[in-house]
């Protein structure tokens, strides 16, 4: 038969056997790496919770090919944490024994979460408490960055300093975990490095090549050079002056609340007893004068109780030293606190995909521009400080991050104050160990340190460390307090967040196929749930409309629908109005002017849930309007009261007697006789017709188009404009000062205010 064929014939069935054989094999050998995966994944689920080990099993078979909208497990309710750590069973009566825990760790920052996921899924019982919300710290304030560091690579080589190096090393092996545990809360971001200089285009490749060849087979993409015209393809918004080249290398970004807040579910999940708004008041001992537990109070209703535990845990990260106070006043302060702001600018400060980074500026800071959440974050200053719970970022440090970005963005990017959308700080906790000889030291990365009493103390680090730090921390606490854990051995680096199961990255066309949402709405939501976001899609009123079907927004700018408060609220222990608008959701993080607009709507839907009274209701109000205040807000927001009537507008657009501040914050509009005006009275003065106008020809304008305006307001007005002192004014410019002037026309007009001070809120909802 074979010889019969022809040769042809014979080429196209050999080709067709062997296609047929690779195919078979390759399909042999996908399925056994995926039985192999599906193996070592089931194995990490041994002596987990029966409910998490259910729902996975049922999803294991189907992931990425079947994934249906399910109600997912619902975590124990913040009140039945509380019962546990009273040693009340789950109804609130008293349990037969006292629970005594294996250890109580306080603070539910990242280090926190941590600690608690690797003890609970070593087998011991765990409990954790924060005083305020999981991330309400520094872990919700950070630069989002999954990194190892290039700056610290950059030093670990100039200074030929080994230990530097094996921490660059440990960070980009931890980076590899984070993004494989949290997949859809993580991703790899490319960042530029701009070159301006010839000599530095080696200097810097061979730098981002070690990065790469650090971490080894953990490496990300390969980082590469572009030339002079690709760098500003790929950032079209680059100063192309001077500007040579760039090289690109690859880090982690990711969502550092909701990441947060994925660690507690997930140690819950396991078995963990977490509360949040619970915190430690003081510090019990035992005969021996040994920390064995402490005194809890329930901030909501000032309740107060005492928990035991075997071993207590200080994870409070800035906070560290009241902690060691409660054990011993006489134990010196570890902690350098250390303040560093971002500013949120609008998506065009940078391509939606791409982020810059300068290693050195001038003064020998860093200075970045990343995309994150649809904006741009930018940053950060390094300085010295007070701890506080809810730090202020200073106008200077904001100024100076302004100026550092408008050396490295084209002229026809106004750099202007009014496009600070947001602007935080966050504590740094750079930490000293006391048991150094050198008392002014620094740890360089993270300290663990047990006191004469007993307290065992987990300070400094970064986020990307978390897991590496809490494995040695529950490692330490095992040995000092002699537990007995039923797994010894860490699992936390195959363990995937909650969430992560059965997402994969198309999963948001399901999402889109099934609820009829927005694509962004459906991207927003598997990007910041996981599989949880069927359950969120479930939550979702029905529009009413023939597109979107689901998925009211809270804010007509941000992806943020309503049903993630009622989400946040049924199953993350959100419990104040700050909880949502900063950690679960991140719009008070992105735009604080938007944040304050939703607020009516999002304490709508809490009252609804938790049942709120008009007072609480006012209160959680006041509450998130001061917390604004510190994320950029202008402090003069703060006099906006909450109507206890329920006159407001449902939907969310605030308040009666605030409407003159939505007129506050708009943008100035003309009307098109005006602008007619306006061109040919800019033209009249502009003698030597080159489009510019003098800054000093200003007043003229304004008199002539008889609107009086003090020399203060323009120079306000002009420097909102733009950061830099520029002499000369273009019509577009003209236009924008004008419509400062108009702004503060209006202002005056409908808060009688005096004064001509103008404020530099106006613009994009900047703040
Ligand atoms: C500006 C800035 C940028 C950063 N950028 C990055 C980055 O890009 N990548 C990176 O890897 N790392 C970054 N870091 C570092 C990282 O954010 C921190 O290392 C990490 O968030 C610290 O977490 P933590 O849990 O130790 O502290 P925190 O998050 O501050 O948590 C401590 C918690 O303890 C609670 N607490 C305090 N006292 C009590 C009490 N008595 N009872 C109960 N609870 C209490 C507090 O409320 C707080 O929530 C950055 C840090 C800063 C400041």
Redesign the pocket.
Known sequence: MWRRLSRSQKLLATAASATGVGGAYLFYAESQRTRQRHAQYMATLNGLPVAHAESLQAHAGVVETDIKPHDFWAPPSRQEMLNKLKGLDKDGQKAKEHEEFDLLI?????????VALDATTRGLNVAL???????????????????GGVRYLQKAIQELDYEQYKLVVE?LHERKIFLDIAPYLSHQLPIMLPVYKWWQVPYYWIGCKMYDWFAGREALESSYVLTRSKALEAFPMLKKDELVGALVYYDGQHN?ARM?VALALTAVNHGATMANH????SLTKDENGNVNGAVLCDVFTGDEWTVKAKGVIN?????TD??RK?DDKENSEIVAP?????IILPNYYSPGNMGLLDPATSDGRVIFFLPWQGNTIA??T?SPTEVT?NPLPKEEEIQWILNEVEHYLSPDVKVRRGDVLAAW?????LVRDPNATKTEALVRNHMIHVSENKLLT?????????RAMAQETVDRAIQEFNLKPTHPECRTEVIRLIGSHAYSNTMFIKLIQHFGMETEVAQHLANSYGDRAWAVGTMADATHQRWPVFGKRLSPQYPYIEAEVRYAVRREYASTVVDVIARRTRIAFLNAQAALESLPRVIEIMSDELKWSKERQKKEFDDAVEFLTTMGLPSSSSQIVYPVTKDHHPAGAPIENAKSHDAIFSRARFLPDELKEFQSVFSELDHDKDGHLKAEDLPKVFSRLGVPVKQDVLDAAIKALDNTSNSSVEFSEFLEIMSQVKDIEIRRHLTNEKGGKISLERSGGGV
């Open positions: 306080v603070g539910g920052g990242a280090t926190g979460a941590g408490v924060e005083r305020d919300d999981f991330a309400s710290g520094t872990s919700s304030r950070s630069t989002k960055l999954v990194h960070a550092d947060n619970c915190e430690v008041k994870a409070t990260g800035p906070f009241g902690l409660m250390s303040a560093g702001v971002h940053g950060t390094d719970h700080s966050g504590i740094r906790p987990i300070a400094g680090g970064k986020w990307t460390t978390y």
